[in-house]
């Protein structure tokens, strides 16, 4: 039997992971991160270790003692924490973090993934256990965006593609064609709580892949926690990218979001 390791951050898709991975006949290791993990995850997988996140040696020497050869990043890991003394890093990753170029998403993953490699360890796309949660193309709720919603959808994703490309964020609200919030270092929640305040009511929420996605890591999600954030501020459509983003508890999501009168896209760009 192969066994598969799970680096688990914030959210549910560790938990949908697991599931998926044992399904496929996988013996399933969590590195639970800690403060992020959900308690609940040790009921989804055959082992778990609790490891604070600053932790990259004990995160590494428990992977080898599993004999782990095949890992998976999920779940949302703030960069955040590093800026509110939240966690303490070990040796390693602090010579990890001194060897960036700077402290991007990409930048710390990548380089996540690198010492992972050094230790005989390959990191697999995260769609890898995850297919079937992927954000098929169309207007997935009953009622779709109004034409001027199209027109924002359009005009937020350019800026969400753009503020990928630099490595910023991967969340733009717009109204009107007009940018109330891009996502930055606090996360899409909370861009989804400012941009909507900022606009009043109907904001339009565009969430994209970067424009050179890694699918081993930073692959967009969207789930029941974003939806709260939408009702919140009274949001109208969230648009998400179609086929490089995950939508978790599909059905659910779909049913409050018609109740509450938002409409969910799953959208791709088609340059004329």
């Known amino acids: 039997m192969k066994t598969l390791g799970l680096i688990s951050g914030m959210g549910e898709l560790p938990k949908a992971i697991a599931i998926e991975a044992r399904a496929k006949g996988y013996r399933v290791v969590a590195i639970a991160l800690e403060p992020l993990a959900d308690s609940s995850l040790s009921r989804y997988v055959d082992e778990i270790e609790w490891i604070n996140v600053g932790k990259l040696g004990e995160i590494m020497d428990s992977l080898k003692k599993f ?18 003394s939240k966690i303490t890093p070990d040796w390693r990753a602090v010579k990890l973090l001194f060897s960036l170029k700077d402290r991007s998403d990409d930048s710390i993953l990548l380089a996540v993934a690198n010492e992972l490699e050094k230790d005989g360890i390959t990191l697999l796309d995260t769609t890898a256990f995850s297919f079937d949660l992927l954000t098929p193309e169309g207007v997935l709720t009953e009622d779709g965006p109004t034409d001027d919603e199209w027109k924002d959808i359009a005009f937020g994703w350019r800026i969400a593609k753009e503020i990928g490309r ?10 009107n064609q007009a940018v109330m919030a891009i996502e930055a270092i606090e996360g899409t929640d909370e861009a989804i709580l400012r941009g909507g305040r900022l606009a009043g009511e109907s904001a339009v929420v565009v969430k994209v892949s970067k424009p050179a996605q890694d699918m081993r890591f930073d692959v967009p999600v969207v789930g029941l926690k974003t939806l709260k954030s939408l009702l919140e501020v009274s949001a109208r459509v969230i648009a998400v990218e179609a086929d490089k983003s995950i939508l978790l508890d599909r059905d659910r999501m779909i049913k409050e979001a018609e109740e509450a009168g938002i409409s969910i896209v799953g959208y791709k760009f088609e340059s004329s």
């Open 67 to 84: 004999d782990v050869k095949e890992a998976v990043m999920a779940g949302k890991v703030p960069k955040s924490l590093l800026y509110k």
């Open 166 to 175: 630099l490595d910023i964020g991967q969340t733009v609200v717009v109204k």
